[in-house]
C-alpha cells in the first residue's frame, strides 16, 4: 500500500478487496489518500462491496475529491450502497449527492444515471433533471432510466424529445414511448413523421407504429 508504484498500490487495494470481502479494512482508508487518482478509485470500487455502514463517510470524502473520475465513482457508488437505505440520512445524503452530480460534469452525470437505474422505484425520476441538457449521451441514459422505472406521468416528459435536434435521441425516445405508453404514444410519434428527414429515424418511427399496431 506504500509502494512507489501507482500500478502496485491500486493492484494492493484490489487484493485487500479481494482477501477481506465485504469489510471496510483499516488498510484501504490508506488508499483514501493516495495521490494517485485510480488508486482512491480502486478504493471507492472496494469500499463500495463492504456491508459496513462505515464506509458512507469515506465515499462523502471521495464525492467531493479533486478528480472529477473520483467524484463520479464516489457518487455512483454512493447511490447504489445507500440510496435505497432504511436510514433516512443515509438515503438522503447519498440522493444528494446523486443530485449533484446530475448536474456537474457529463461523467459525474452518467455515474450518477447508473446508479438510479440500479435504484430503480422514484429515486429513478431524479433522471428527469438531465433531459434539457445539451449532451445527447446524456439525454439517452435518462430516457432509458426513465423507460425502464419511471411512472407514465413522468414518462410524458419524454414526448418532447421526439423532435429533439439530434438523430439519436429522437429515436431513443420515439423507442421508449412506443414500448412504455403504446397508443398514447402513437399521436406525438406520427406528428414527427411527418417532418422527419432521418432515414434511420424514421425506419424507428415505423417499427414503433407497427409495434402499437400489434
Known sequence: MKDPSERVRRAAVEVV?????????????LALADESAA??????????????DDVMDDLLRLADDADLRVRAAAARALGVRFGASP??????????????ALAGD???ALSALEALSALGGT????????????????VKGAVRCL???ADAQALESVGPLVSHPDWSVRAEAIE???ERRGVLAAPAILR???????????????????????
Not at 429515486?123 to 446524456?138: F, K
Open 87 to 100: 436510514d433516512d440520512s443515509r438515503r438522503s445524503a447519498a440522493l444528494e449527492v446523486l443530485d449533484r
Open 176 to 178: 421508449a414511448l412506443a
Open 147 to 149: 423507460a425502464s422505472h
Open 192 to 214: 414527427q413523421l411527418e417532418s422527419e428527414q432521418d432515414e434511420f429515424v424514421r425506419a424507428v418511427i415505423l417499427r414503433a407504429l407497427k409495434s402499437i399496431e400489434v
Open 17 to 29: 478487496a479481494r482477501l477481506e470481502p465485504g469489510t471496510a479494512a483499516e488498510s484501504l482508508r
Open 123 to 138: 429515486a429513478a425520476e431524479r433522471a428527469l433533471r438531465v433531459l434539457g441538457r445539451e449532451e445527447p449521451e446524456l
Open 39 to 52: 488508486v482512491r478509485i480502486a478504493a471507492v470500487t472496494a469500499l463500495a462491496g463492504s456491508q459496513s
Open 106 to 108: 457529463a461523467l459525474e
